[in-house]
């Protein structure tokens, strides 16, 4: 995490824990969701436009880059946390971005307790991980065609190169 200090909004766990407490006594709505957001996308756009509206504050919990190796195999990230950090606090609706070793958020989810846990409608709400330590969920209809994987296959179709 020491690699994204000076992101005055990329925290470590206890640092964000801390921000939520004060957030929430200031009756502040914490909305919280989480990805790899490896190739920034119009679909990872319309989630974070649409989660942000949801609330006041919008947490992006980020997979670490070990975490998304193993999640997404061994040529992954494309883009390091670091630079997934910057690019998403660039954002407008993103107002804090948090970085997870874990395969899931369940962990983070725990010691953070949002009020609001967002993810993609492909998500069905059985399989949410961490719902119940939130007490609202909302699935954001998933934008076809756009991810991550299909545009690594269009480039490597286009550029001719080996397929993924």
């Known amino acids: 995490m020491k690699d994204l200090k000076n992101l005055s909004r990329a ?3 206890k640092e ?3 921000e939520v407490k004060n957030l929430k006594k200031a009756g502040e709505k914490i909305v919280f969701t989480n990805g790899c957001f490896d190739l920034l996308h119009v679909g990872h756009i319309e989630l974070l436009t649409k989660a942000k509206n949801l ?3 919008l947490i992006v919990a980020i997979n670490s880059d070990k975490s998304l190796g193993c999640l997404k195999g061994q040529k992954r ?3 390091g946390q670091k630079d997934r ?3 998403l606090l660039s954002l407008k609706c993103v107002d804090y971005v948090i970085v997870f070793d874990e395969q899931t958020p369940k962990e983070i989810l725990s010691e953070l307790l949002p009020d609001v846990l967002v993810k993609g409608s492909d998500y069905k709400s059985s399989e949410i991980v961490g719902k119940e330590y939130v007490k609202k969920i909302h ?3 998933f934008v076809r065609g756009r991810s991550t ?3 690594i296959k269009l480039i490597v179709n286009r550029y001719g190169y080996k397929k993924v």
């Open 11 to 13: 925290l470590t766990r």
């Open 16 to 18: 964000m824990q801390t």
């Open 55 to 57: 609330g006041d504050v």
């Open 77 to 79: 990230p494309l883009i």
């Open 85 to 87: 950090a910057k690019l």
């Open 139 to 141: 699935r954001v209809p």
């Open 149 to 151: 994987t299909n545009l």
